[in-house]
């Protein structure tokens, strides 16, 4: 699978890699293996945004982190896909972070634009593909999609609520996240901790991200009521 391309895309320099990270062990789903292998209306949930990615006119190539000891069935399963803008799969690390830096590793370094995705976020589309493709163009180097928050936000202290914070200028990040090469590789270079996304790393940095609209449906899978829901919504897409 490694070194595959296709014309047109991968070789070129200035093409848009999508770095999708697999590599996640899963605890909250509480099954006998990782969430990526999770079944999704009878096949892997990876299989998903694999899929996706793969047949969007806007992903030129794809690097894939997987769980350790699962890379070659996350290669089979892109096989089966015929997912042929794979180019190769890597072993993830020990956090989100560690799993992309793994991938970054795999990236080309002619390539412009990255975009990082979650498998967990299986219903990823081309729509909001563009969305976060747009501002690269408009001096941003970073683009997160956001949706507001519906619930009233509370800082609580060990059972104790400290503080009602206004939630008028706050919003939850989604993936698809894009940015320039450059930038998410500075922004990597550097201390990964405590870093739950790849736009607080650039944030860190003092990169200058935009948000835009995410999508509900893009809601992550981390339990087994997520999963069933994500399956009703691919069901009835
Ligand atoms: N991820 C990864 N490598 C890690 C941890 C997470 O590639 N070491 C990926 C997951 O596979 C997932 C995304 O990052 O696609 C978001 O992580 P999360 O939803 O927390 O997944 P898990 O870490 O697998 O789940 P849990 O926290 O319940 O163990
Ligand atoms: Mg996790």
């Known amino acids: 699978m490694r070194e595959t391309s296709r014309p047109g895309g991968a070789g070129e320099a200035g093409a848009t890699w999508a770095v999708l990270v697999a590599a996640g062990a899963g605890e909250r789903l509480e099954i006998d293996r990782p969430k990526a292998f999770a079944s999704l209306g009878g096949r892997p949930l990876l299989a998903e945004s694999l899929e996706r990615l793969d047949r969007s006119p806007w992903i030129d190539a794809i690097v894939v982190a997987a769980p350790v000891g699962w890379e070659e069935p996350a290669i089979l399963l892109a096989e089966e896909l015929a997912a042929t803008k794979v180019v190769s799969c890597v072993t993830g690390g020990a956090t989100r972070a560690d799993s992309v830096r793994e991938a970054l590793e795999d990236v080309p370094d002619d390539a412009l634009v990255l975009l990082v995705h979650d498998a967990a976020r299986p219903l990823v589309d081309d729509a909001v593909i563009e969305r976060v493709l747009a501002p690269l163009a408009e001096g941003f180097v970073g683009v997160v999609p956001v949706l507001p928050i ?88």
């Open 150 to 237: 519906p619930d009233t936000v509370k800082r609580v202290d060990n059972g104790v609520v400290v503080e009602t914070v206004s939630r008028d200028d706050l919003v939850g990040a989604q993936t698809p996240q894009a940015f320039l090469a450059s930038a998410l590789r500075r922004a990597f270079g550097g201390d990964l901790s405590g870093a739950t996304d790849c736009s607080s790393l650039v944030e860190r940095v003092g990169g200058r991200v935009a948000a835009v609209e995410g999508e509900p449906t893009l809601l992550k899978v981390t339990t087994a009521a997520d999963l069933a829901l994500v399956e009703v919504l691919l069901a009835s897409s």
